[in-house]
């Protein structure tokens, strides 16, 4: 059971947007940015978003990341098949002083 | 270039126990704070231990304390992961990551990370 709630999966077709939640409390998400990750099968994961909102460089502006209270979103727009890929997001809990991550969600595209 | 090499994973008997090296280069290791994140097979990432730059500072998850050491020896680049008592829920790939400051910090991310090194607990 992660400290952070992401569902299990979610799907598009080719060009839509899709939303990813990560669902998280006070002690976490609502004092503290988020951090989200994409992961291929088989690689180590990549930073896709950090301080809830930011973009690293080279990571196209079709990502992008939000939060509001104790929840984050990441919205991937104009969905391309090369998306298909595992997201997870992360932030530290305060409770546990460490960081937590949400259990995953498996992106398909249709 | 950031380069981050774990090894050291490989069969182990529980109960037994196990060291992980990640190899840095081309940025100064000392200047920054790393961690230890884990996979199990197909399962989500779960984050283990971190140690600050100075090595003064570790943080550990609850299923690891007690069994599991994080340390760093700045003047071999290297950061490590000693394990003790593992169990079968403790197979998995582990990554090391690389913060963006020296201090483990609520605000911060990981933008460098290694391979991987599989761990596999079994007899």
């Known amino acids: 059971q992660s400290v952070l709630t992401q569902p299990p999966s979610a799907s598009g077709t080719p060009g839509q947007r899709v939303t990813i939640s990560c669902s998280g409390s006070?002690?976490?998400?609502?004092?503290?940015?988020v951090n989200w990750y994409q992961q291929f099968p088989g690689t180590a994961p990549k930073l896709l978003i950090y301080?809830?909102?930011q973009r690293p460089s080279g990571v196209p502006d079709r990502f992008s990341g939000s939060k509001s209270g104790s929840s984050a979103t990441l919205a991937i727009s104009g969905l391309q098949s090369d998306d298909e890929a595992d997201y997870y997001c992360?932030?530290?809990?305060?409770?546990?002083?460490?960081?937590?991550f949400g259990g995953g969600t498996k992106v398909t595209v249709l | 270039e950031v380069q981050l090499l774990e090894s050291g994973g490989t069969l182990v008997q529980p109960g037994g126990s196990l060291r992980l090296s990640c190899a840095a280069s081309?940025?100064?290791?000392?200047?920054?704070?790393m961690t230890w994140v884990r996979q199990a097979p197909g399962k989500g990432l779960e984050w283990v231990s971190a140690?600050?730059?100075?090595?003064?500072?570790?943080y550990y998850a609850d299923s690891v304390k007690g069994r599991f050491t994080i340390s760093r020896d700045n003047s071999k680049n290297t950061l490590y992961l000693q394990m003790h008592s593992l169990g079968a829920d403790d197979t998995a790939v582990y990554f090391c990551?690389?913060?963006?400051?020296?201090?483990?910090?609520?605000?911060?991310?990981?933008?460098?990370w290694g391979q991987g090194s599989l761990v596999t607990v079994s007899s």
């Open positions: 006070s002690s976490n998400i609502g004092s503290n940015t």
């Open positions: 081309g940025f100064t290791f000392s200047n920054y704070a």
């Open positions: 140690i600050s730059g100075g090595g003064g500072a570790t």
């Open positions: 301080s809830s909102t």
């Open positions: 992360s932030a530290w809990e305060d409770s546990l002083n460490h960081w937590v």
């Open positions: 990551a690389r913060d963006r400051i020296s201090r483990v910090y609520a605000s911060s991310w990981y933008a460098y």
